[in-house]
């Protein structure tokens, strides 16, 4: 994890505003940019969100399924059962 040393306020309202660089740096600039945020101790952890699958957690080849996603490969194993 690379440590960037930038220090933000939070508002009253809970929010922080990510530097541009890092924006760009992740592609977070559309309106449709999702960050996933993670508690971990003492720590706040915000990584960009991709869709995983509910099983193995891969990221490619999903399907959607009742709002879930799954990959194709846990489609093929959970269908040999």
């Known amino acids: 994890m690379k440590h960037v040393g930038i220090v933000r306020s939070i508002d009253l309202a809970g929010r922080i505003v ?3 660089e890092i924006r ?3 592609d977070l600039m559309g309106e ?3 960050v996933e ?3 971990k101790g003492n720590e706040i952890i915000l990584r960009k969100y991709a869709d995983t699958c509910i099983f193995c957690h891969d ?3 999903l399907v959607d399924f009742n709002g879930q996603k799954i ?3 846990c489609i093929k194993d ?3 059962i």
């Open 78 to 80: 959970i269908s040999q």
């Open 32 to 34: 449709d940019s999702k």
């Open 37 to 39: 945020i993670i508690a």
């Open 18 to 20: 990510l530097p541009i």
């Open 24 to 26: 760009k740096e992740l």
């Open 71 to 73: 990959c194709r490969k």
């Open 59 to 61: 990221t490619a080849d």
